[in-house]
């Protein structure tokens, strides 16, 4: 993982689009391109800093581009404003070079990206995969139910109406499992790697664990832990928990 600075430079302050610079950013992040940004800029004489976090090194390179992406660098072009990125610190952690020998894929919130690999639980850039928005142009959809796990998690833990939060994450029927479940049928499709969705398992030792699959109902528990994480997987409805 990687902390770049992310530089506009411009000719005319007051000319400066800085919804285009945003919406640049932003496509970067629904690209897969980038974890995040932090869009408050530094502003500096004819341009601007934004700070950001990638997985690669290589990520924000123009082979992942997509035709969002490069619109808006056409358009800030056309608005005589440069783009450039540079890399200032880098934090070690394990990431997949590609998905070619994964046996397998897991979709998990948290991490630097939400797709791991079943072998070895590597961080898997969403680049490496065929664009599974509805429109066929970015990762918007898996990004999305990030998002949306964040969100419904946060709550749960803040204890606000804790019984409907705490269903969206444990129970396979809910609206929220649902979508994943959906997203890792269409990561299949598009890669031919079974993947697996991360149904939550409460820490809590007091909870009683599923000790058969809650959507076939045959036995799951693997023999050894796996990732020091999961316990069980069903390779019929490709849930781990």
């Given at each position: 993982m990687y902390n770049v600075l992310l530089i506009f430079s411009f000719e005319d302050e007051d000319l400066?689009?800085?919804?285009?610079?945003d919406s640049l950013l932003s496509s970067f992040v629904h690209n897969?391109?980038?974890i995040e940004y932090f869009d408050h800029p530094v502003i500096k004489?004819?341009?601007?800093?934004?700070?950001?976090?990638?997985?690669?090194?290589?990520?924000l390179d123009v082979g992942y581009y997509k035709e969002n992406t490069k619109r808006f660098l056409q358009l800030l072009k056309e608005n005589q404003t440069e783009f450039e990125y540079a890399i200032v610190t880098e934090k070690p952690y394990l990431e997949a070079k590609s998905i070619a020998e994964a046996s397998g894929l897991i979709l998990h919130f948290g991490g630097e990206s939400p797709l791991r690999t079943l072998d070895n639980f590597y961080n898997v850039p969403l680049y490496f995969l065929p664009?599974?928005?509805f429109d066929g142009t970015n990762y918007h959809n898996i990004i999305d139910w990030e998002r949306n796990?964040?969100?419904i998690s946060r709550l749960w833990f803040r204890g606000l109406d804790e019984s409907y939060y705490y269903?969206?994450?444990t129970n396979y029927q809910s609206d929220l499992s649902r979508e994943g479940m959906e997203l890792c049928k269409q990561i299949h499709d598009l890669t031919k790697k079974d993947c697996?969705?991360?149904l939550f398992r409460d820490p809590?030792?007091?909870?009683k664990e599923l000790k058969n699959c809650p959507k076939c109902n045959t036995p799951w528990k693997m023999e050894n832990e796996l990732f020091e994480t999961f316990k069980y997987r069903c390779d019929n409805c490709f849930l781990i928990y």
């Amino acid at each position: 993982m990687y902390n770049v600075l992310l530089i506009f430079s411009f000719e005319d302050e007051d000319l400066a689009d800085f919804d285009l610079m945003d919406s640049l950013l932003s496509s970067f992040v629904h690209n897969g391109q980038m974890i995040e940004y932090f869009d408050h800029p530094v502003i500096k004489e004819n341009g601007a800093v934004y700070n950001g976090i990638i997985i690669q090194a290589d990520s924000l390179d123009v082979g992942y581009y997509k035709e969002n992406t490069k619109r808006f660098l056409q358009l800030l072009k056309e608005n005589q404003t440069e783009f450039e990125y540079a890399i200032v610190t880098e934090k070690p952690y394990l990431e997949a070079k590609s998905i070619a020998e994964a046996s397998g894929l897991i979709l998990h919130f948290g991490g630097e990206s939400p797709l791991r690999t079943l072998d070895n639980f590597y961080n898997v850039p969403l680049y490496f995969l065929p664009p599974t928005s509805f429109d066929g142009t970015n990762y918007h959809n898996i990004i999305d139910w990030e998002r949306n796990y964040e969100a419904i998690s946060r709550l749960w833990f803040r204890g606000l109406d804790e019984s409907y939060y705490y269903d969206q994450l444990t129970n396979y029927q809910s609206d929220l499992s649902r979508e994943g479940m959906e997203l890792c049928k269409q990561i299949h499709d598009l890669t031919k790697k079974d993947c697996y969705y991360n149904l939550f398992r409460d820490p809590n030792p007091d909870v009683k664990e599923l000790k058969n699959c809650p959507k076939c109902n045959t036995p799951w528990k693997m023999e050894n832990e796996l990732f020091e994480t999961f316990k069980y997987r069903c390779d019929n409805c490709f849930l781990i928990y």
